[in-house]
């Protein structure tokens, strides 16, 4: 059957898309691959990184004619689904429309009220999606699907929750063929060749539980890595087929598995010597021998989500991370020692935040001193155990909240949920305030500038700085 899989478009302001991660959408190229090798003809329509007007979205869409469409959903562009699907059911009553992904996997008969959908599929996707074309194709009902929740007259049925894949091996590779790689880019903080970029997936799930985080919810909390040589194979043949210089690895945790990350490190080496590559880790995976193994093998730039700087916010439940500041330390120092930038990532307002443990955060970001910090506020996100606790306190109404995005807050576009004492308007001037404070010092200024290899660096240097200070 003829199977079109949409990503929906992010509203937000330019200023937003400037600094937006831009890359392909591996979800939906993952069930593509998936449908295909199923028999399924698939059309992927990024409006996320290519969009368009309404009339062109709908051309884009119904002149596929598909027999099924589906939506992937995430917190801070579920209208878009709603408003998409609707215009895609009112155009062609018949395809039949699914929506998959957290938000959607999370709060089904929630979006199945807001919009005309069918069902959604729940969890990780590629099995339930395929029996449900099965179905479709052989004019099978879907009704007692594992994994899916349909629309039923008088309301919606349930099917019983589907295990995730017991491995990720005979999954068949992204259909990169699927997209057009001149739409994707990194952000100025995170490119480093300006060459073409993809992302890469080596593992799924995560074996920690953070609680600002939703990760554990789609695949049941526990991590399944792919064969370190399937995983380097596959990156030779995208950077041989579409001239992708740069990868970024959207793993959840790159180094949860140090050897498995060392045995990558020495493929991509040996296959790929030349290719650039960024990924997140874990400060309690951070060591001098598999740092010296990444920076061999390509990598530039690392994240890590140090979240707090007051150890007691970070160890208590209200976090949850599970790492210390020991450790951060330590990975911080590392990274600079093998030449990779360090990007550092901190939430203010995690439950029990005070004007005391923000200002810790601060303080202990100007002592690590890394290249880049960011602050962010927190904001409960569908799917998060936060999320759970916010809707329990009567914070939340999970049928009207947008999660939002985390540049929303930044622009004053998002609505705060405070999880703390201090009120939304402090949190965000908090934010504003650190972040003008960790870029505004002399000496950094003087790096970052002295840091400059090129002209579009430089103009994305000068563009961060007026974004910054903007507000
Ligand atoms: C890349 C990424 C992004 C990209 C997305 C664009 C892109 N090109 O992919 C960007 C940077 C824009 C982004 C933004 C955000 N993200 Co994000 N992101 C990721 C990341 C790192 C990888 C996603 C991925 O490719 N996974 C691999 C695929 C195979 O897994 P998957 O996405 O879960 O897809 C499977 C199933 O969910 C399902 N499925 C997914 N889509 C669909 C669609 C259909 C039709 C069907 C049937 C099934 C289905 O089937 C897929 C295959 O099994 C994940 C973490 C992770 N490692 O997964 C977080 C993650 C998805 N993001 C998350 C969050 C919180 C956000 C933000 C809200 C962050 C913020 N605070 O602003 C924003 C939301 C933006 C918005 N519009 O609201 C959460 C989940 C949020 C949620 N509840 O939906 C995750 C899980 C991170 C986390 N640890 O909490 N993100």
Excluded at 213 to 219: D, L, M, P, S
Excluded at 325 to 336: E, N, T
Excluded at 433 to 446: D, G, I, M, Q, T
Aim: charged residues 20%; aromatic residues 8%; hydrophobic residues 45%.
């Amino acid at each position: 059957m003829r199977v079109l899989l949409v990503h929906p478009p992010q509203p937000q302001a330019r200023a937003q898309r400037e600094l937006e991660n831009l890359m392909p959408p591996l979800n939906l190229l993952y069930l593509a691959a998936y449908l295909r090798r199923e028999g399924h003809e698939v059309k992927v329509l990024d409006l996320y990184a290519e969009p368009r007007g309404p009339a062109e979205e709908l051309s884009a869409m119904a002149g596929f004619s598909p027999e099924m469409a589906g939506f992937a959903t995430y917190p801070g562009s579920i209208d878009e689904v709603y408003r998409l699907s609707a215009a895609l059911k009112t155009a062609s009553p018949k395809t039949f429309v699914v929506l998959g992904g957290l938000y959607a996997s999370y709060l089904p008969e929630i979006a199945l009220s807001q919009c005309p959908a069918d069902a959604v599929v729940m969890g990780e996707g590629e099995a339930t999606l395929a029996e449900l074309a099965g179905r479709l194709a052989g004019g099978v009902s879907p009704a007692g699907l594992t994994g899916l929740c349909l629309r039923v007259p008088g309301g919606f049925s349930r099917g019983a929750p589907r295990p995730p894949l017991p491995g990720l091996d005979a999954l068949p590779w992204p259909a990169y063929d699927l997209i057009n790689f001149d739409a994707y880019r990194l952000p100025p903080t995170r490119a480093v060749t300006g060459g073409r970029v993809s992302s890469v997936l080596s593992a799924r799930g995560c074996n920690f539980n953070c609680s600002f985080c939703a990760h554990h919810y789609g695949y049941a909390c526990h991590v399944r890595v792919r064969r370190p040589e399937d995983v380097v194979e596959e990156m030779a043949h995208v950077a041989q087929t579409y001239g992708v210089k740069e990868f970024r690895f959207e793993d959840c945790a790159f180094t949860a598995d140090p050897s498995r990350a060392e045995k990558i490190c020495g493929l991509l080496k040996e296959r790929l010597p030349g290719l650039a590559w960024n990924c997140d880790v874990r400060a309690d995976t951070a060591s001098d021998r598999l740092f010296a193994a990444m920076r061999a093998a390509g990598c530039s730039r690392v994240f890590l989500g140090v979240e707090t700087g007051s150890p007691k916010l970070l160890g208590a439940p209200g976090a949850n991370k599970a790492i210390r500041l020991d450790q951060v330390r330590a990975a911080v120092r590392l990274a600079k020692k093998h030449g990779m930038r360090i990007n550092c990532s901190f939430v203010l307002g995690l439950p029990g935040e005070t004007r005391q443990t923000a200002r810790e955060s601060l303080d202990f970001a100007l002592e690590l001193d890394p290249d880049y910090a960011m602050f962010s506020v927190l904001m409960p996100v569908v799917g998060s155990s936060i999320f759970d606790q916010a809707v329990k306190e009567g914070k939340i109404d999970p049928a009207a909240y947008r999660g939002g995005h985390y540049l929303a807050a930044y622009s004053g576009a998002g609505r705060v949920v405070p999880m703390c004492d201090l009120p939304a308007e402090e949190l965000v001037a908090l934010m504003l305030a650190f972040n003008k404070k960790f870029c505004s010092r002399p000496a950094y200024v003087l790096r970052r500038l002295l840091a400059v290899r090129s002209a579009a660096e430089l103009r994305s240097l000068a563009w961060g700085a007026a974004h910054i200070f903007a507000r």
